[in-house]
C-alpha cells in the first residue's frame, strides 16, 4: 500500500511554475510535520521547505520567496508551489511525511519521488 504519494513533476521553462503534490494515506495518524526535499544525482538530499502540524513553515534560502508549502488537512495533502522557477531547481523532489508514535517516537514515511526540469 502506497502510503505517500507525489504528484505534480514535470518539464517547465525558467520563470514558469509548477505545484507539486504530495498526498499521504489516512492509515498515517498523527503526522507531525510534512517535508518536501530534493536530490540531484550524485548530490545529498537536501530539504527544501517543511510545515508542522501548527502550521509553521520553513524553507531553503535559495527558495524563500519562490516555493509556498500548504496544506489541506482534510485532504491529507500537502502542496509545494513553486513560482519563477530556475534551471538549479532541477531534481528530483521528495515528499517526507513526519508521524509521531504512541510511544512519543517519530516514524518516517517517503515517497517514491517526482521529477523536476527546468530548462532555460
Known amino acids: 500500500q502506497v502510503q505517500v504519494a507525489e504528484s505534480g513533476g514535470g518539464v517547465a521553462k525558467a520563470g514558469e511554475s509548477l505545484r507539486l503534490s504530495c498526498a499521504a494515506s489516512s492509515t498515517i495518524f498523527s503526522i507531525d510535520a510534512v517535508a518536501w526535499s530534493r536530490q540531484i544525482p550524485g548530490n545529498q538530499r537536501e530539504m527544501v521547505a517543511q510545515?508542522?502540524?501548527?502550521?509553521?513553515?520553513d524553507y531553503l534560502d535559495s527558495v524563500k520567496g519562490r516555493f509556498t508549502i500548504s496544506r489541506d488537512a482534510a485532504k491529507n495533502t500537502v502542496y509545494l508551489q513553486m513560482n519563477s522557477l530556475k534551471p538549479e531547481d532541477t531534481a528530483v523532489y521528495y515528499c517526507?511525511?513526519?508521524?509521531?508514535?504512541?510511544?512519543?517516537?517519530?516514524?518516517?514515511?517517503w515517497g517514491q519521488g517526482t521529477q523536476v526540469s527546468v530548462f532555460l
Open positions: 510545515i508542522t502540524s501548527d502550521g509553521k513553515a
Open positions: 517526507k511525511v513526519v508521524s509521531i508514535t504512541s510511544e512519543g517516537g517519530t516514524i518516517q514515511y
